[in-house]
């Protein structure tokens, strides 16, 4: 089974920083991968897809790179509205999430 | 406006039943794949099973495997989640999501998400 490791778990950081938060698979995804935000009590919002596929309506300053193994989220300047979980996703017939990476204000 | 409305959650014992529907509209529903993925409080997000456009292929998580059935209903635009044999550790938030499209014959991530509903398994 594939699992994925994101890193850090917890993150603090201020408005206007850039951050990254990274996604190992244990093994080979290709770009089938995935970014997500959730707040709480809210359902997860769909950030990239495809590694590096910038979803409709969501705002630049998120980035998506990698493929393989290795992947990264990328936030190029913190809003106050980016405080929030991101997880990564596998996504296939059979898919797993990552653990997480809560993302707190400095 | 694409929506997919969850229903069905409550209070079970060990070892009962739930049936979870989910309502989709705004979209051509038999064109894509669906899934429903769950957390637990407290907890993160945990991929549960998938169905593909007509129902054919299904796919589950391990630890639900012979408990949970998916299945969908393309004519009146509902999934669905049977669970069976159900247990503490599927107390969760169950979240009914339509995959995103790919071109290819796999599921694309879920790109639009219910609001989920709460499931308690406890004595």
């Known amino acids: 089974d594939i699992q994925l490791t994101q890193s850090p778990s917890t993150l603090s950081a201020s408005v206007g920083d850039r951050v990254t938060i990274t996604c190992r698979a244990t093994?080979?995804?290709?770009?089938?991968l995935a970014w997500y935000q959730q707040k709480p009590g809210k359902a997860p919002k769909l950030l990239i897809y495809k590694a590096s596929g910038l979803e409709s309506g969501v705002p630049s300053r998120f980035s998506g790179s990698g493929s393989g193994t290795e992947f990264t989220l990328t936030i190029s300047s913190l809003q106050p509205d980016d405080f929030a979980t991101y997880y990564c996703?596998?996504?296939?017939?059979?898919?797993?999430f990552g653990q997480g990476t809560k993302l707190e204000i400095k | 406006e694409v929506q997919v409305v969850e229903s069905g959650g409550g209070l079970v014992q060990p070892g009962g039943s739930l049936r979870l529907p989910c309502a989709a509209s705004?979209?051509?529903?038999?064109?894509?794949?669906m899934s429903w993925v769950r957390q637990a409080p407290g907890k993160g997000l945990e991929w549960v099973a998938n169905i593909n456009q007509d129902g054919s292929e299904k796919h589950y998580v391990d630890s639900v495997r012979g408990r949970f059935t998916i299945s969908r209903d393309n004519a009146q635009n509902s999934l669905f989640l049977q669970m069976d044999s159900l247990r503490a550790e599927d107390t969760a938030v169950y979240y009914c999501?339509?995959?995103?499209?790919?071109?290819?014959?796999?599921?694309?991530?879920?790109?639009?998400w219910g609001q989920g509903t709460l499931v308690t398994v406890s004595s």
């Open positions: 999501a339509k995959n995103r499209g790919t071109g290819y014959p796999r599921p694309g991530p879920p790109d639009y």
């Open positions: 093994q080979n995804i290709n770009s089938w």
């Open positions: 705004g979209f051509t529903f038999s064109s894509y794949w």
């Open positions: 996703q596998h996504f296939d017939t059979y898919s797993t």
